[in-house]
Structures are given as structure tokens and as C-alpha cells.
């Protein structure tokens, strides 16, 4: 220690002050640190004792810098949820409060970066450049915060922004079985968002690393993967990791909601991450409810999803739109996550595995899919024009199953089988083949319309994608009008249809490959 010996040439006070300043210099500072001890460390869980202030979901430093954070506070033990490799920590390891709660880097510094839940660099060596960090936890804005869901989504797939339509600020769940196109729904609506406003930040959540990967890959070949951020917790990683995955990816996102910009967020999945609560309440001993599940597994949903919302005016008029996905088992909609998440939405998009092994794709099934806010956020055109699809479909299907047994059949239903198998034909529709909104209300009307009746229904798919140079070569009042007003008068829309006309004429009246080859 630094000894202070009077000095008698110095005045009383001189010295007191010529001492002060040798302290000061000494840089002795007393802190006092509570070292806890690990009792047990298995399955990503630790056992810890000797911290009795530390408080629930606190960030705590293990021996060697491993990290965790505090799931349960019981009288005598803490469980610990580990959030890096625990081979390196052992029973009698040192533990200690740091006082803080998770925390993930965010800001325009992650655009483009494949990370961690904890913001730490996947996909090289370079560091992320952060601007903040914010909590992995934050409470969702209050209802006077909220604005209503008004703007659309755009998916680019016809049958979701025709019937199911999304709008900025929603949470809409992605639903079905196994292997079924739900990650291929969310990665297309990402990739249209190519030539909007929109951040997107995709959660991947206990899947396969190759998985992920071609998700990636598909990103950055289609869309634009310097608006994304992906965030990556594969199977491989820690449960713990897993767990705060899809709060450090809300987190991000509402960066930029929060400075006014339009965020979309694709959590996949949440049947995996409900999976991974369970075996961590499980293995900490929480008492086990329905399907074995934690009672606050929707408390745990909830408080997740309500984090999406368009904000007001006041406060810059940001979004953040939710598309959960979720996984059903032969396609048990009763089941506990299922009905819980279905709940917290506002609506699904439910996918039918019959209908994907019949090659329709996307796979939906418009009876068990909605949008509670629908009509709402689509363009006043579209809106118009979709109107008599889904009961035109829905009677179809129900038409097709009777007329498979034979016999005569009316005109008349003769006829809504034409329309049905023209309408099965225009809502199939391949990858990374995302439609324009004029697009789209264009081949609406011209169904409407009857151009396609007299097509043959190969030739429907070839009409879809030619669509967009001849709309652009014929069609350019009207697409300026919709940019314009979001709405088309009756003048336009007969533009519309005479243009599709003509080109399902052009189209129709062409050879078959097979003919013209011969």
C-alpha cells in the first residue's frame, strides 16, 4: 500500500490536500464482488449457489467467460441457463452477477451479417458494428402507442395478397406440416421485398445448419440481402441460445421500427422454440402442464408477438410485421402450441400436405386460412377485384369432388368447373417468381372477365409469366395510376383486362412445344 508520511515544510491543510492527491493517484478503489459456485452443470443448465442478489434473467459470467443467464430463483439455487459451451465449466466453478440483463447489439451495422442470438459474427471474422445494444426483453407498445394496420405487405404470391392479405404491423402465422412450403412462403415475401422499404431480419430456431444455409443462399441470389439480418440458432447450437433467438431477433428489428422504417420479421420456427422452453423448464424442474409444456408457454408466445405493431404518427409510424411459423403434426390444428399461437395472431395461413403432394404449390388451403385484417390493407384495386375468388374457389373444390363420380353435369356447373380449374392454374405459382400488385389485379380481373375460360389451362402459367414485359410495354397508365392512388377506375381496369386479353390471345393462338419441334 502507498504510505503518506507528513511532510513539515507543508501547512496542515497544504499537506491534507498534497494527500488526497497521492491517493488519487494510487487508483485504490474498494469493490466488493458476491462469487457464487456452481453446484451441477448438465444438458446446458447449471445449478449455482452463493448469489443472493442476483435477480431473474440476469447475465451471469462463469469461470473462463463463459456466459448464462438466471432462469428460475429458488431459496437455495439458481438455474442457469448456459449460453456458450459448458464443457469448460464444472461443479466449483466460479460465478458472477454482472448486474445486467441479455443485451443484443442492433443498428445499421448488422444489415447484411449472418450472427448469433448474442450478435456475434456467423459469417466471418469481421466484428459487427453496433451503434446500441438493446435488452433481448422489452415491453410492446401500449395501445395509444399503436396505429391501425392499414399498408400492405406485399408477398407476391397471388393467393396471400389476394385472399389472405398482410398487412405492415401484423402478425400473421405460417402453419402446416412437415416439409409442406411454409419457410418457402416467408423467403419469397422476403425476396419481393427486393424494391420496398421493408428490413427483414430472418430467425432461424433449431433448424439444420444446411437448412439455413440454402435460405441464405436464396436471399442473396433473389432478393437483397443488404436490407436483411439473419439471425441463427441452429440445431447444433446451445438450448439457451435457441431460447433467446427469436427475442434477439425481435429486438433487432425494432431498432428500425423505432426510427420510423418498416421492418418484417420470420421466426422459424416457434413449434421448435417451444420445444426447447419445455426442455429447459423441464430440466430446471418447473412443473410440466398440458403436453408436458410449461404453464407460461403462452405467456412466453405472447409476450413475444405483441412486440409487432404499427406505431402512431407521434412516434415516427414504423412497423414491424410478424410472420411466426409454426409445425402441426397431420395437420392437428387442436394441438397446444398450435392453439395457442393461433390465438395470439392475427390469423394463419394454413397449409395442407395433400395439396402440396398434388403439386399445388403454395400449398394453402383457403378454408382454414385467414387474415383478420384482410381487406383492410390491401390496395383498393386488389381489394375490388378479389372479392369473388375465394367463394369461386371454395365451391369449385367442392363441385370437383362430385363430378369425379361421372354423369351428366349442368351447364352451369359445367362452367364453375372451367372457372375453378383456370383459378387452380393462375394460384400456382413457382419460387422467387413474386408478382407485381398491377400484376396481380390485372390476371384478377381478366379471370373475372372470363378471358381465361377459353384458354387451355397449360397455357394459364404462361400467360402469368409473360404478364409483366407486356404490362410494361402496353400497360403503363395504369400501373402509374395505381402508384399513384392505390386505385384503378373502370376505363383502367378494361385496359387491364384488353391487355391480358391479347396476350392470352398471342399465347393461345402459339404452337405447342412439342408441335413446333415436329
Given at each position: ?355 402440396f403432394a398434388a403439386n399445388q404449390r403454395p400449398a394453402v388451403d383457403v378454408g382454414l386460412s385467414v387474415s383478420r385484417v384482410g381487406g383492410k390493407a390491401q390496395l ?69 372477365d372470363g378471358v381465361f375460360d377459353t384458354l387451355p389451362v397449360s397455357c394459364v402459367a404462361t400467360v402469368r409469366t409473360r404478364l409483366a414485359a407486356h404490362l410494361d410495354a402496353r400497360g403503363g397508365p ?41
Amino acid at each position: 500500500m502507498t504510505s503518506i508520511q507528513p511532510n513539515l515544510a507543508l501547512s496542515d491543510n497544504d499537506w491534507l490536500v498534497s494527500s488526497r492527491a497521492t491517493l488519487a493517484r494510487s487508483r485504490f478503489v474498494a469493490k466488493a464482488e458476491t462469487i457464487g459456485r456452481v453446484g451441477h452443470v448438465s444438458d446446458g443448465i447449471a445449478s449455482v449457489s452463493g448469489l443472493p442478489d442476483v435477480r431473474l434473467n440476469e447475465l451471469l459470467r462463469f469461470e473462463g467467460g463463459r456466459l448464462g443467464f438466471a432462469l428460475t430463483l429458488d431459496a437455495d439455487a439458481i438455474g442457469a441457463v448456459l449460453l456458450d459451451d459448458g464443457d469448460a465449466i464444472s461443479a466449483g466453478s466460479r460465478v458472477t452477477g454482472t448486474g445486467q440483463v441479455v443485451e443484443v447489439p442492433v443498428g445499421p451495422g448488422l444489415l447484411g451479417r449472418v450472427v448469433d442470438p448474442l450478435g456475434r459474427p456467423l459469417d466471418s471474422d469481421e466484428p459487427v458494428l453496433a451503434e446500441m445494444h438493446l435488452p433481448i426483453e422489452r415491453p410492446a407498445p401500449s395501445i395509444i402507442d399503436r396505429d391501425l394496420v392499414a399498408q400492405p405487405v406485399a408477398t407476391g404470391i397471388l393467393l396471400i395478397d389476394a385472399l389472405f392479405a398482410i398487412g405492415r404491423g401484423q402478425r400473421e402465422l405460417i402453419i402446416g406440416d412437415r416439409a409442406t412450403g411454409k419457410t418457402s412462403i416467408a423467403i419469397d415475401t422476403i425476396v419481393n421485398q427486393k424494391h420496398t422499404d421493408m428490413i427483414c431480419v430472418y430467425v432461424a430456431i433449431g433448424q439444420r445448419a444446411t437448412a439455413v444455409q440454402r435460405v441464405i443462399d436464396a436471399v442473396r441470389r433473389h432478393g437483397a440481402p443488404e436490407r436483411c439480418v439473419f439471425v441463427v440458432a441452429p440445431a447444433a447450437a446451445s438450448p439457451g441460445l435457441q431460447w433467446i433467438a427469436p427475442f434477439s431477433g425481435v429486438s433487432i428489428a425494432e431498432y428500425f421500427r423505432d426510427r420510423g422504417q418498416h421492418a418484417l420479421i420470420v421466426i422459424d420456427d416457434l413449434s421448435k422454440h417451444a420445444a426447447t422452453h419445455r426442455e429447459l423448464a423441464l430440466l430446471t424442474r418447473e412443473p410440466p402442464g398440458r403436453e408436458a409444456y410449461p404453464g407460461d408457454i403462452f405467456y412466453l408466445h405472447a409476450r413475444l408477438l405483441e412486440r409487432a405493431a404499427k406505431l402512431s404518427a407521434e412516434l415516427g409510424g414504423g412497423s414491424l410485421t410478424a410472420l411466426p411459423i409454426a409445425e402441426t403434426d397431420a395437420g392437428n390444428l387442436s394441438a397446444y402450441i398450435p392453439t395457442n399461437l393461433i390465438s395470439i395472431t392475427d390469423g394463419q395461413i394454413m397449409l395442407d400436405a395433400a395439396l402440396f403432394a398434388a403439386n399445388q404449390r403454395p400449398a394453402v388451403d383457403v378454408g382454414l386460412s385467414v387474415s383478420r385484417v384482410g381487406g383492410k390493407a390491401q390496395l383498393p384495386a386488389l381489394r375490388k377485384v378479389s372479392g369473388p375468388l375465394r367463394l369461386d374457389y371454395s365451391q369449385f373444390l367442392e363441385l370437383e369432388m362430385f363430378t369425379r363420380f361421372g354423369g351428366a353435369i349442368e351447364p352451369r356447373v359445367k362452367a364453375q368447373v372451367v372457372r375453378g380449374e383456370r383459378i387452380r392454374a393462375l394460384i400456382t405459382q413457382p419460387r422467387f417468381a413474386p408478382l407485381r400488385p398491377i400484376d396481380e389485379i390485372a390476371l384478377l380481373a381478366a379471370l373475372a372477365d372470363g378471358v381465361f375460360d377459353t384458354l387451355p389451362v397449360s397455357c394459364v402459367a404462361t400467360v402469368r409469366t409473360r404478364l409483366a414485359a407486356h404490362l410494361d410495354a402496353r400497360g403503363g397508365p395504369a400501373a402509374a395510376a395505381l402508384v399513384a392512388t392505390g386505385s384503378l377506375d373502370a376505363p383502367a381496369l378494361t385496359e387491364l383486362v384488353t391487355v391480358v386479353r391479347d396476350l392470352a390471345a398471342q399465347v393461345g393462338a402459339a404452337p405447342a412445344p412439342e408441335a413446333a419441334s415436329t
